[in-house]
């Protein structure tokens, strides 16, 4: 994990080096400075002598300052590491995720990749700064302490060998047992502030219902058992300042009272009066060390979690791939299927289509009915190679669509999704998605073909309108219809609609398919439809039942054989004389 | 359909920071402690004692220290321990002490501070709930979600550290400065004026570099919403990237973003992590500075001025006074950084507290009304009685003011004569629309978005109340009503099916919540949910989460069906109930609808004219005002609008 994570520091190495080396700067003096006060005292002390207090005094000085330098250029170079960092490793996993297939994609959900990318990114670049500014520095403090308590006070630093443990196992301790309990109860916390939104998204039900006392009381319930849960493990990190002070008050009371013991045996040759002050300050120093080392225990172990779910992203492989020697020309709009199964996933009971024959010629309009369930979205989603077929083959322009280039794949079958999305930016912006050269009559000829072109004219600022996130400032339809000229732009050999015209009027809907026979008559187009009119008159209607094809055949021949058919149709033209104009 | 939700012009996203400067606000702080005062009326006061009392005792270890100091230096020389011994022992018998006392007091005030801390969140999460719970419903179509949800996560949070960290170290910061600062007056004036100057300088160099910080971490900030934003927008449209082999485009549009973003959050992280070198340094500095003060002046013998000379105690500079002097400046311009930056979270966290009362002190959903809905049955003359055991029979229990009661029959007559009405002050989407639904009585609405058909809805059960008109339910004006009785008489099915967190059974339950298993299986099977719900891998006892994630939308749908079918209310107001499930399946759907609204006065929303179509009378709203009325059949005659949606000639969102 660490060796997946690492790989994305990259140029920010040299930052991150320099700053432990001007940290360890910043250390080396920061522990000599109460060495050097020793003397500074000292000098005071015995008889007082100007120029020797001056001149340590300068010395002190001027070791703050190149310590003030070393620090603040760690500072920087810190943040310029952490930030860094985690930029890169949000490139890095962007990157990865651009390369995903729509398989990876439903793996991993659309808002957990979000999280990944902000959230456990934020959580792993505090962490990496931690690490590198005081995971480095609280040991060395540590240890350049107790190196220089014990050259200086010799017995004195006696006390430490009591403290040191007990404050250690103090805090793992705690940290041990806090850890586990602050997990749970932030995943009942979790828990309740999703059961807070349930409530708000629900407000009409529960109103609608006059359930308001009782949603109240099922929230107190919760609500006290996660109090209780939250005292419980506040309670036991709170015996951190405890502990930490028991430590701190038995270093001094044992250095006042061995120090003043030995300065007088000695009469103040062995240990003198600076030593015992210079003793008190690295006994602070010492135990601030440690306690920060908890600290950065703790939270490189609640990091652990982000580090693990971004590795899970920058681990995963795409199952995808591009053909070795890839084909770089679509002849035709002609598809094959050959006895395809496919399932979304390996471990699934059942296929999502089973046993697909399927052959379309090029230029035809074929036309795709069935429930919800009945897999037409899987059956299409093939053909760009989205999916790959579990077993069989799906031939465009006569060749296996795996040995294509999936880009020129996909730029000549053009597909509008049944979940599709308009992006913040002008219509032009959106539409040049389609085809990033097209010329603004391009864009008219496709938006008229879309029977978009009106109502953008419509709009005042026309064209350029700016499309809100989301695609919330226009409407349903309008929305399907600038995705259909969106799509229209590529000039692909096959256009697939899916369900992309549910929110469009009947006779707009109509006249995009007129549109589509009069205009793009060579490309072959496949439409998805709820609605029997849409693909009435097509060359050739599929009807799917439970991932298989049910039956095949023109709308009269349909209505004929096949009992699904005749009864949609029955259902939507209830009332006899429904007009809509096919 | 009136949208909802998911809007609202101040937007608040989470984590977002407080823009431009906040003001400290008295008001808010004192109703903060008033409250903790409230709830802990002993252990709060116990608890600021025992930090302030900690606070104290913690400053006279300086005292000792520096009297054991003055000791060794006047006697070490001799080499006389057990002379000297006479004297340091009983003064660290003393320190042991107060550390022992100070432990405790410690001790005691963190367990207290994490118990009461937790209780009093505890505490504001249930108030802030129960408040909201009675909240009207337009304050949830006003305000974000998002928005709303933040003062339960980030706002608590600020609260959190408000009580458990801000005051505690506010209190006990403020107590030390000051001890600290009364004992070196008292040692010597002419060396505090020396620290003075110097906490002085940190002071405006902590302030000047805290100052860079704040801006960058604010424009950090935004970038980190643009950033976030973007993310948003193409983690959700992914697999439109991927259709239009975008992946190279995209890369290059979240590189720059992505870059931006690293250059504010570098200078906001290099700005704070600088802060900690120059506080530690200048205090280095300071330390020197005074020992070499200190040094200068016992060397030229200047005569000491402290308060306690003042007093007539004698005070003369010595190295004893100049020691104890170092470590307490370094006390002083910690616990000066201490409350400098404590300010600064006190703010935000009393900010987070103002959010919170805001919504604790919203007005509730006001409801005079007084008619109640009880059990009936009929009496040998024919007359309606009230009744205790669940009859069936339903009535509305109506007190006048002369003391006398009557009861009316509840059968589901809703009239609407000559309702206006605005969801905003002058901006009206009602116009004088009358509606009769006579008990039994199907009666559809049919327009297009905006056009004022669930609006009509929302004043049927009083979510909103109209502007000008009437509404009579059984002849009873409904502001007479009271509004969970109103409620109950109405079962509701809504396009957007929420489902809560639970079993099946818990979830058909909500509708009455007295209803024994066997009535929700048989409102299941009234609505026809029973068929697949005994398929589910554990039949009414499946455990549904994320609201019924892991069923399709026609099958939610059954189950809010279901819901309202096991009120078994007189009246039902389906909107757009049956708009997302595909045609085939609304067939299935449909069956169990015919057979729940039989003998049911029921208002249907749709979008699918077919589903409006067996209506005993269909209004057809446009901005707000019925333009047509009647069957679908006089409606195709009349050829008007009816006719054109009919034909399609027309969108219908």
């Not at chain 1, 020697?325 to 035709?332: L, S």
């Not at chain 2, 205790?388 to 009859?391: L, P, W």
């Not at chain 2, 297009?448 to 056009?451: D, P, S, V």
């Given at each position: 994990m660490i060796k997946t994570l690492a790989k994305s520091i990259r140029e920010y190495k040299l930052s991150s080096i320099l700053t432990l080396i001007f940290i360890m700067g910043e250390v080396i003096i920061e522990v000599l400075i109460p060495f050097k006060t020793a003397d500074l005292i000292n000098s005071i002390e015995s008889g007082v002598q100007i120029d020797s207090v001056i001149k340590t005094g300068l010395i002190l000085i001027a070791m703050a300052l190149v310590s003030l330098c070393c620090g603040g250029i760690a500072a920087i170079t810190c943040a310029k590491a952490s930030t860094g960092f985690a930029k890169n490793l949000r490139r890095d996993m962007f990157q990865k995720i651009q390369g995903f297939s729509f398989s990876n994609i439903d793996k991993f959900s659309s808002t957990s990749l979000v999280t990944r990318l902000t959230t456990d990114i934020t959580h792993v670049q505090m962490a990496y700064m931690m690490i590198i500014r005081t995971a480095i520095r609280s040991p060395m403090i540590f240890i350049f302490s107790i190196i220089m308590a014990y050259t200086m006070g010799g017995a004195l630093a006696t006390s430490f060998v009591v403290v040191i443990p007990v404050l250690l196992f103090g805090l793992l301790m705690i940290a041990r047992k806090a850890m586990p309990a602050f997990r749970r109860v932030f995943k009942k916390y979790d828990k309740l502030n999703e059961s807070i939104e349930e409530n708000v998204r629900a407000m009409r039900v529960v109103k609608g219902f006059s359930r308001e006392e009782y949603e109240k009381q099922k929230f107190a319930a919760a609500a006290d058992g996660i109090t209780e849960d939250f005292t419980k493990a506040e309670r036991i990190v709170a015996l951190n300042t405890p502990i930490m002070q028991f430590c701190m008050y038995f270093n001094t009371v044992v250095i006042l009272f061995l120090g003043s013991y030995l300065v007088i045996k000695s009469k103040g040759l062995e240990v003198n009066v600076g030593h015992i002050s210079a003793m008190l300050t690295y006994g602070v120093q010492i135990l601030m060390s440690l306690m920060m080392l908890s600290m950065i225990y703790v939270m490189i172990t609640m990091s652990l979690e982000s580090m693990k779910r971004i590795c899970e992203v920058l681990n995963e492989e795409s199952n995808l791939h591009n053909p070795e020697?890839?084909?770089?020309?679509?002849?035709?709009g002609s598809i094959k299927f050959n006895n395809v199964n496919f399932k979304y996933n390996k471990d699934a009971k059942r296929n999502a289509l089973e046993g697909i024959n399927l052959e379309i010629k090029s230029g035809m309009t074929v036309g795709v009915i069935g429930g919800t369930g009945s897999s037409k979205s899987s059956l299409v989603q093939l053909i760009p190679r989205l999916y790959d077929v579990t077993d069989g083959e799906v031939l465009v322009g006569g060749v296996d669509v795996r040995d294509y280039d999936i880009k020129t794949l996909r730029d000549s079958v053009a597909m509008v999704l049944q979940k599709n999305q308009l992006f913040s930016g002008t219509i032009k912006d959106n539409l040049r998605w389609g085809n990033e050269n097209a010329t603004d009559e391009e864009m008219i000829e496709a938006c008229k073909l879309a029977q978009a072109d009106e109502f953008i004219s419509g709009f005042p600022d026309g064209y350029d309108t700016y499309i809100e996130q989301g695609g919330t400032n226009v409407s349903g339809g309008q929305k399907q219809r600038l995705c259909i000229a969106r799509a229209l732009l590529k000039k692909p050999k096959i256009l697939i609609l899916d369900d992309s015209t549910s929110a469009v009027d009947t006779k707009t809907d109509a006249f995009i398919r007129q549109g589509f026979k009069k205009f793009i008559p060579d490309t072959t187009k496949i439409i998805i439809a709820q609605r029997i009119a849409s693909v009435q008159d097509a060359d050739m209607i599929i009807v799917m039942e439970n991932g298989k094809i049910e039956n095949i055949g023109t709308h009269n021949e349909l209505m004929k054989s096949s009992e699904i058919y005749r009864e949609v149709y029955e259902q939507q033209t209830k009332g006899g004389d429904s007009n809509e104009n096919a | 359909m009136r949208t909802p939700n998911y809007r609202g012009p101040q937007g608040r996203g989470p984590g977002s920071m407080p823009h431009g400067k906040r003001k400290f606000s008295m008001s808010t702080f004192k109703r903060v402690f008033k409250m903790m005062f409230s709830y802990y009326p002993v252990l709060f006061p116990l608890a600021l004692f025992c930090i302030a009392f900690a606070a104290l005792v913690a400053t006279a270890p300086a005292i000792f220290n520096q009297q054991i100091i003055e000791i060794i230096t006047d006697t070490y020389k001799s080499g006389d321990w057990a002379a000297a011994s006479k004297q340091i022992i009983p003064r660290i018998i003393i320190l042991i002490s107060l550390y022992v006392v100070s432990l405790a007091a410690v001790f005691t005030q963190t367990q207290l501070m994490a118990y009461i801390t937790q209780g009093f969140l505890g505490k504001m999460r249930k108030t802030l709930f129960n408040g909201m719970q009675n909240l009207p419903i337009e304050y949830f179509d006003t305000n974000k979600h998002g928005d709303i949800m933040s003062h339960f996560t980030n706002d608590i949070d600020t609260l959190r550290q408000l009580i458990s960290q801000s005051i505690p170290s506010l209190l006990q910061a403020g107590i030390v400065v000051i001890t600290v600062f009364i004992i070196m007056l008292s040692y010597s004036i002419w060396i505090t004026l020396v620290v003075l100057v110097g906490v002085f300088f940190l002071f405006m160099v902590t302030k000047k570099v805290g100052g860079g910080s704040a801006k960058y971490f604010m424009r950090q900030q935004k970038a980190i919403g643009k950033t976030e934003g973007f993310i948003q927008e193409m983690m959700n449209g992914q697999k439109v990237v991927k259709v239009f082999c975008y992946e190279d485009k995209t890369q290059k549009q979240f590189d720059e973003i992505n870059d931006a973003l690293c250059e504010d959050s570098k200078r906001a992280h290099a700005y704070a992590n600088i802060l900690g070198p120059i506080n530690m340094n200048i205090g280095n500095i300071l330390y020197v500075i005074i020992a070499t003060v200190g040094g200068l002046l016992l060397l030229l013998k200047v005569p000491n001025l402290s308060l306690l000379q003042l007093f007539g105690v004698s005070m003369p500079l010595s190295i004893s006074i100049v020691i104890p002097f170092l470590n307490m400046t370094k006390q002083f311009t910690g616990n000066v950084n201490q409350l400098s930056q404590q300010i600064n979270s006190i703010v935000m966290g009393l900010a987070g507290a103002e959010r919170v009362f805001e919504v604790m002190d919203a007005k509730p959903e006001d409801d005079e009304g007084y008619v109640t809905l009880v059990n009936a049955k009929r009496d040998t003359d024919g007359n309606i009685i009230e009744t205790?055991?669940?009859?069936g029979l339903w009535a509305w229990k109506h007190p006048h003011g002369d003391g006398t009661v009557t009861y009316t029959e509840l059968r589901g007559d809703v009239r609407m004569v000559n309702v206006d009405f605005g969801y905003e002050e002058g901006k009206e989407v009602l116009h004088d629309v009358s509606v009769y639904a006579e008990p039994g009585q199907k009666v559809a609405f049919v327009g297009?978005?905006?056009?004022g058909k669930t609006t009509i809805t929302n004043l049927i059960n009083r979510f909103y109340d109209i502007a000008d008109g009437k509404i009579r339910y059984d002849g009873i004006n409904i502001n007479k009503i009271k509004k969970s009785d109103l409620r109950r008489s109405l079962g509701i099915v809504l396009q957007e099916t929420n489902l809560f967190t639970g079993t099946v059974m818990e979830n058909i339950r909500y509708g009455r919540l007295d209803a024994t298993d066997e009535d929700c299986i048989n409102a299941a099977k009234l609505s026809g949910a029973d068929d697949f719900i005994t398929r589910l891998p554990n039949g009414y006892q499946t455990e549904l989460t994320n609201n019924g994630s892991n069923l399709s939308q026609g099958q939610r749908q059954l189950i809010a069906i279901a819901r309202a079918a096991v009120s078994d209310p007189p009246v039902m107001i389906l909107d757009?109930?049956?708009?997302?499930?595909d045609t085939r399946t609304e067939a299935i759907v449909q069956k169990g609808m015919d057979s729940l609204m039989k003998g049911r006065t029921v208002f249907v929303i749709a979008h699918r004219l077919s589903t409006v179509q067996n209506s005993d009378v269909i209004m057809v709203l446009y901005k707000g005002r019925i333009i047509e009325r009647g069957s679908h059949d006089d409606l195709i005659e009349q050829k008007g609008q009816y006719y054109s949606l009919y034909t399609g000639a027309f969108e219908l969102e």
């Open positions: 020697n890839p084909i770089f020309e679509v002849k035709d | 205790d055991e669940r009859t297009a978005t905006g056009a757009e109930a049956t708009s997302s499930i």
